[in-house]
């Protein structure tokens, strides 16, 4: 006979996304464990942005104090022609107004940390590269390259744009004919972009990277085939990114991996591709990177794709792993994390995990509730790049518009619709509601039984109590 599936959910990817979901887990009280491909945490990227629709998580898990001390609050985005005239700024101070929490740009090296903090040791294990997945109807395995086997009751593929949980589950469903034709459409690259951090920088010669608030600054090249941007991180920091815009190419795995490994050692800051490209604060591009630790420059890509099989049987995707959007706007890892928050509802309310069919309804739920705000978020990630670096008549338009002429209301809607969806964990106390803009019902908990604390957010000082207790309230529409 053979032995029962350990009660465990197996997390594939120790990202943003699959840290959050391993924190939000060991809150709930469900078993879990972390698998890992690289040897060491690697946070890819240089900066990261957060916006409201996150912070009453953090809030709840008590974590947003800390995420406070690691970030600046972010107050505007300007946009500068090669000639270093500005063509445009947004502000970003409205979030702020209408969900009561103000957008957070922080190093990503810092939030990884923060996350890594939270999760016991022992529950990750690093150097396990998935190479493929088994599921029968009572359990999942996953294989490693080393040979390594995990089994456990669920799978969760937090393992990002290039998820070898997807692959091998899509692979088992083509094989079955059961597959979206959409989704054997391969990803493709549009740009290529080289990003770092620099070593913290000195107040006389940069005065910009010591203001208290963060800014966005980018940079349209001549031709608008290239653009770069600067941004201030807590600590005097700056990071940046050079994108070069390239044909829409597709890249199998191993030049995937190729070009993650890429040889950092050759690069050469004084190249002349970007030795000239100027910047406002008195430096040149070249100057920036030649401030930054050369382990800390990354290369990558931009692509977008939302996939449209997010979950099968026993295994389910979150993060990158399902949609995959450019980094323009800023809300990748957001919604990495947004989907963990709604998995981890997903799974606390699953009764038992030998129950397949409960198990696809929690999944499928999931889908229903992400998939709507994932498709309208690769959309507004698409519009920001037109606006920030798009080269096209039409994208020039675009930039025209949002930045110079886009009426005042239409800006307050927009900040509106992109702060309504802040889901919180329906299996601690909940956070009371603040800002002007209410947000989106939430799902209440069949299984939950304590009171519901309704509390004052606890980044207001004044109020860090517990203001008010009431009690269960009585299921209320699904968002
Ligand atoms: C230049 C750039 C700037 C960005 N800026 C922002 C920003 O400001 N704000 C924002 O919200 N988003 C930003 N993003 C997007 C964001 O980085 C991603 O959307 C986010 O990291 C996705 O999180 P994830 O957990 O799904 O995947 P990832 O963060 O990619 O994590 C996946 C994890 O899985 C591991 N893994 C991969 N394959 C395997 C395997 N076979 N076996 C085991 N482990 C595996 C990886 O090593 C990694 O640790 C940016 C992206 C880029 C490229």
């Not at 690691?70 to 500005?86: A, D, F, P």
């Amino acid at each position: 006979m053979s032995t029962p599936p350990p009660q465990r959910v197996l997390i594939a990817g120790a990202g943003l996304g699959g840290l959050l979901l391993a924190i939000l887990l060991e809150r709930a009280g469900i078993e879990y464990h972390v698998y890992e491909k690289h040897d060491e945490f690697r946070a890819l990227g240089s900066v990261t942005s957060l916006s409201a629709n996150i912070m009453p998580v953090f809030d709840q898990l008590g974590l947003l104090k800390e995420l406070q001390q690691i970030s600046l609050v972010m107050s505007e985005i300007n946009v500068y022609n090669h000639k270093m005239t500005r063509v445009g700024h947004i502000n970003v101070h409205i979030q702020k107004e209408k969900s009561g929490y103000d957008v957070l740009m922080m190093w990503r090296k810092d939030l990884h940390q923060l996350l890594v903090n939270h999760v016991p040791k022992e529950k990750i294990s690093l150097s396990q590269k998935i190479v493929s997945i088994e599921q029968t109807k009572s359990d999942v395995t996953i294989v490693c390259a080393g040979g390594q086997r995990h089994r456990g009751a669920l799978l969760v593929g937090a393992d990002g744009a290039y998820s070898a949980v997807r692959k091998s589950m899509y692979d088992t469903l083509a094989k079955a004919n059961k597959l979206d034709p959409d989704d054997l459409i391969p990803m493709k690259a549009t740009h290529i972009a080289i990003l770092g951090a620099t070593e913290s920088v000195e107040h006389s010669q940069y005065p910009w990277a010591h203001e208290e608030k963060s800014s966005m600054e980018c940079y349209l090249g001549e031709s608008s085939k290239h653009t770069w941007r600067l941004f201030n991180i807590k600590g005097a920091k700056i990071c940046w990114s050079i994108s070069f815009q390239i044909d829409p190419t597709a890249f199998d795995d191993k030049e995937m991996d190729q070009l993650a490994e890429w040889d950092r050692q050759s690069f050469n800051p004084d190249s002349e591709k970007w030795r000239d490209f100027a910047t406002k604060i008195g430096c040149t591009m070249a100057d920036l990177i030649n401030l930054t630790p050369t382990d800390s420059i990354a290369k990558v890509m931009f692509e977008e794709k939302l996939f449209e099989t997010w979950h099968h049987g026993r295994v389910v995707l979150l993060g990158d792993a399902c949609h995959k959007m450019l980094p323009s706007a800023g809300r990748g890892a957001l919604n990495a994390m947004l989907d963990s928050v709604v998995v981890a509802n997903a799974i606390y309310e699953m009764t038992s995990f030998s129950n397949l069919d409960q198990i696809q309804k929690g999944f499928r739920g999931y889908y229903l509730e992400r998939y709507p705000h994932a498709a309208s978020e690769i959309s507004s990630s698409k519009q920001m790049a037109r606006v920030t670096s798009g080269d096209t008549w039409l994208d020039k338009l675009t930039r025209r518009y949002v930045l110079n002429l886009m009426p005042k209301w239409i800006h307050r809607k927009n900040a509106e619709d992109a702060v309504r969806f802040r889901p919180q964990a329906s299996f601690l106390p909940q956070v009371g509601s603040k800002g002007s803009e209410p947000a989106l019902p939430q799902k209440i908990s069949k299984k939950y039984k304590g009171l519901r604390m309704v509390t004052k957010s606890s980044d207001d000082s004044q109020n860090e109590k517990i203001v008010k207790l009431a009690p269960v309230v009585p299921e209320v529409a699904v968002v």
